[in-house]
């Protein structure tokens, strides 16, 4: 039902600032939560930050907690994930999700997903 593509990915160096976008359609957006997921070389793909139905509520991943800032317009049926001050630690490939299942933001929770954008930090 829901489509999902995000864009904004590149190629930075440590300490830089990147915004991600995930650009919704076919489906109720402003009704679903929208999750940022990344998957890099190694480890399993993670829960970056996640967002509520109307933007109330922000979730996020301790690794990257006070860096990383999602926000969402439902108006534009995008959200975004604003990262700052980026480490080669957050090199992967961002996902975003849709159609939460439970109250646990799992990867195997979420309906829909996009087909990822590369971010990749150098130092």
């Known amino acids: 039902q829901v489509q999902l593509v995000e864009s904004g990915g590149g190629l930075v160096q440590a300490g830089a600032s990147l915004r991600l976008s995930c650009a919704a359609s076919?489906?109720?957006?402003?009704?679903?939560?929208i999750g940022w997921f990344r998957h890099a070389p190694g480890t399993e793909r993670e829960f970056v930050a996640g967002i509520s139905w109307n933007g109330s509520k922000t979730y996020s991943e301790a690794s990257v907690r006070g860096r990383f800032t999602i926000a969402r317009e439902n108006a534009k049926n995008t959200v975004y994930l604003q990262m700052t001050s980026l480490k080669s630690e957050d090199t992967a490939v961002y996902y975003c999700?849709?159609?939460?299942?439970?109250?646990?933001?799992?990867?195997?929770?979420?309906?829909?997903w996009g087909k990822g954008t590369l971010v990749t930090v150098s130092s």
């Open positions: 999700a849709a159609g939460m299942r439970g109250n646990r933001w799992e990867p195997s929770g979420m309906a829909y």
């Open positions: 076919g489906g109720t957006f402003s009704y679903y939560p």
